[in-house]
Every structure is written in C-alpha cells, then in structure tokens.
C-alpha cells in the first residue's frame, strides 16, 4: 500500500507530533510526515522534526494572535501541497483556519482536543474541566469545519479525574490518551474507512466499501 502523506501543523512541544513520527517510523501506520510547519520559529515541534529528518518549515502568522492573515494562511496551503501532503493534523497549532484553508483540505483536515467536545472548546479545556468539576474528562480527534473544535468527531477517549488533580496531572494523562486515538484516527483514514456523514463520522469495517 502507497504511504499516506501527511503534513503536520504545531504550535508548541510537539508530542503528538512524536507519536505520529513514531508511529510511522516503526511500522504501525502506513504514512509518512512530509512536512512539519509551525507559526512559532523556536517551537519544539520543529525541533523534533529536524531530528527525525522532515522537512520543518516556520511560516510567519502575520499581524494576528489567534488567526493567519490570509494571505500567510495561502502559503501554508501552497506549503503543503508543494509536499504532497493528503491529510493535514493540527497538532497543538494554536490558529483558527478560514475557508480557503478549510476549501483545500475539505475532508482531510484533523485536529486533536483534550476534552470531551462539545464540551470545553477553545483553551485551557483540561483546566476547564477541572473547574466545572467534571467527573470524566478525555480528549477528542475531530475533522476540521469552520467552527471551534465543532467538527465531526472521530474518535474520543475518556479519562476520569481524581479528586486530587492539577491541571497538569490531568493534561498528563489525557495526552497519553491523545497519543493513542489521534494515531488510530489517521491509521483509519489511511485504510479509507472514515466516512462523513453529515455531523457524525461512520467507521468502517475492515474491507466494507464506503
Ligand atoms: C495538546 O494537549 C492538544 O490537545 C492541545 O494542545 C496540546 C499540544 O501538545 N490542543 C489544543 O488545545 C487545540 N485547541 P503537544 O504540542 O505536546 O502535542
């Protein structure tokens, strides 16, 4: 089977980018990491990606805090496509992206959240959640649409919360959880078995047509 191609966009320490890098490199998803591209020059992210031999890309974001200015967010596009890319994970990339963006990879744009969606969107979910008092946290892989963290969602993973948790003992265990489902999530789209259907997302069987 030909490798998938991926292109991965981070914003900060990139440890779901490792997982994916990992994954790849020993076998256990039939994809490659094209290209890694990040708004922050001196992310971690891009770090890793040097040292395992991918190309790493520092794209200025523009004038913006939470967003690209159009014009940067096409070379982000043209960025990925120049590299092949099929499907595009956001990996902490901590930007919205606009239509054209979304209109180039329509259907091929994932993004991994460390809550429970629809429940605690936007930062800080996992202090969120600690907040609200939740009893269940967890973490979700959704495709991309042009709502905040409000597209179809893949795959989720539940973590209980302890009585006695920080926001980073929580974040600790949630990530590893992140880990694991944002590679299921891409091995499944690799294999051609996630299907879009309306807001829901149907998996699959192994060898069942779409
Ligand atoms: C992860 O927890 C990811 O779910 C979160 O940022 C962290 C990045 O960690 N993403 C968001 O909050 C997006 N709204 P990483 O750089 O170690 O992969």
Known sequence: MNKLALGVLASGRGTNLQAIIDACGEGQL???????????????????????GIPAVFLAPGKYKTKLEPEREMEYV????????????????MRVLHSDFLAAFQGRLMNIHPSLLPSFPGLKAQKQALERGVRYAGCTVHFVD????????ILQAVVPVEHDDSVDSLSDRILKEEHRIY?????????GRLQIEGRRVRILGRGEKA
């Open 30 to 52: 039939p994809a490659e990491v094209k290209v890694v591209v990040s708004d922050v020059e001196d992310s971690f992210a891009l770090e890793r990606a040097r040292s395992a």
């Open 78 to 93: 043209e960025c990925l496509r120049r590299h092949g890319v099929r499907l595009v994970l956001l990996a902490g990339f």
């Open 146 to 153: 042009e709502s905040v963290d409000g597209g179809p969602i």
């Open 183 to 191: 590679c299921e999530a891409i091995r499944l789209f690799a294999e």
